[in-house]
């Protein structure tokens, strides 16, 4: 009789359990079904699913009466109802813990000013992409690269010996031969390709020495500052890999077209505020440091080179070249003032740096001349930029052909090549080694 009953109950709870999974395929309910049928009951399961959530307590306000001092159970050390809760005074140790580090407050920080500082650093993420770089570094927009560069890609003499198949057995080293899974992460082949590229390019040392005098830096930290407009703005922060050189970039626009630009009006994008999306905080210190000491032997910034992979912020191409274009004015702006001081002015000699960001198969380029440090007026002398953007190395690196409805749609292997994007790649590197 109670081995029936036993089973009557047993078929219950199995049909009740069977309706809980219809309705919920969760996880959780599972582990319900898993459970019931020996007859336990799993509370930290089921009560997660249909116990009452009670809303949270607001805490309690204690209100201070002046004139009057609150009787309290510190005297008898233990909990006494109607008594009040003491306060005493925070304990001061003899030592430096960092586990019980209490920072102070903003206002008692020694960097602590009234005025905002807006900063862009490596995350930043600009919303209205370049434009909004050029108003923050007062600079006129140029579509493609300069004459100059054009002129060095298109020379036969400044090209690698059998440069096409090189090329390619380089990408095809970074997205095909290095790997075995059917799609190589993003995070291994776009450095492995830019190194590659970067090892083809040096390749040329032996016709040209200037080569030579050159070295790539890793995870140096840059910090430059700017008043524009009534707001105070930096740069600041670790920026991929920078090429440094012995002597400066050659200058690339004439003092006829540096003072033409005095007649240009920068684009504004009003009602956004220009600040948008830039990190607001009052503790921070005017800084100018290019990241390397003083005496360094390869103290001039060459080019800086960005890498869009999976492991960082993921940013659309506008908002990639408005970082190339910050961070390559930004090293430009902190070795100017290095060396005629913070007082605004147009510069004699223009500084020059390029830059590179590529994410395994695209390729920007971007082309930055800093002709003055006066930056908080709209009027007068402005910087230059040139922007040549989106140009693929190739179209498509498949380790297995792509096939849809039996038809192979992209083959294996290495399609699309892009001999252009190199030479374009080739010419900046090799700018200003005559």
């Not at 997660?48 to 306000?61: A, D, F």
């Not at 090429?243 to 970039?249: G, H, K």
Request: proline content about 7%; overall charge positive; glycine content about 6%.
């Amino acid at each position: 009789m109670f081995g029936k009953m036993f089973n009557a109950t047993l078929e219950r709870i199995r049909t009740s359990a069977f309706k809980i999974t219809q309705n919920c395929k969760s996880a959780d309910c599972h582990s319900v079904l898993y459970m019931i049928p020996h007859g336990r009951r799993c509370l930290s399961t089921s009560s997660c699913l249909y116990g009452k959530v009670l809303p949270r307590k607001k805490p309690r306000v204690v209100h201070e009466i002046a004139g009057l001092e609150p009787i309290t159970y510190a005297d008898r050390m233990h909990f006494v109802p109607g008594l009040a809760k003491p306060r005493f005074p925070p304990w001061v140790r003899g030592w430096k813990d960092p586990s019980h580090y209490q920072s102070p407050k903003l206002e008692d920080m020694p960097l602590h000013k009234d005025k905002p500082c807006y900063i862009f650093n490596q995350r930043t993420n600009v919303l209205e992409g370049v434009r909004q770089a050029l108003w923050l570094s007062k600079s006129v927009l140029i579509k493609g690269l300069p004459a100059q560069i054009l002129t060095l890609a298109e020379d036969p003499v400044n090209q690698i010996e059998n440069q096409d198949e090189r090329v390619q057995n380089a990408i095809k080293n970074s997205r095909l031969w290095d790997t075995t899974e059917h799609r190589p992460p993003r995070e291994r082949f776009c450095p492995s390709l830019l190194h590659r590229l970067l090892h083809l390019c040096g390749d040329l040392q032996v016709t040209r020495p200037e080569l030579a005098k050159r070295i790539l830096a890793e995870k140096y930290s840059l910090a430059a500052s700017w008043r524009r407009g009534e707001n105070m703005f930096q740069v600041r922060g670790q920026n991929g890999l920078l090429l440094n050189s012995m002597t400066p970039v050659p200058v690339l626009a004439g003092e006829e077209q540096i003072q033409s630009t005095a007649d240009q009006a920068l684009e504004t994008f009003y009602p956004i505020e220009p600040t948008i999306d830039l990190q607001c905080t009052n503790v921070y210190q005017e800084k100018n440091d290019t990241g390397f000491r003083e005496g360094y032997p390869y103290p001039h910034a060459h080019t800086l080179f960005l890498m869009e992979m999976g492991n960082t912020p993921k940013l659309f191409p506008e908002q990639l070249r408005a970082k190339m274009v910050m961070f390559a004015f930004g090293n430009a702006l902190a070795r100017a003032q290095g060396l005629y001081g913070k007082e605004p002015r147009v510069l004699e000699k223009p500084f020059v740096v390029q830059s590179v960001a590529t994410n395994g198969r695209l390729f920007q380029f971007v082309v930055f001349q800093l002709n003055t440090t006066d930056l908080q007026s709209d009027s007068g002398v402005k910087n230059l930029v040139w922007v040549d953007e989106d140009q693929p190395l190739y179209e498509f690196a498949k380790v297995r052909p792509y096939i849809k409805k039996k038809v192979v749609k992209v083959p294996a292997g290495l399609a699309g090549y892009q001999p252009n994007t190199f030479k374009k790649f080739l010419a900046l590197y090799l700018h200003g080694a005559s």
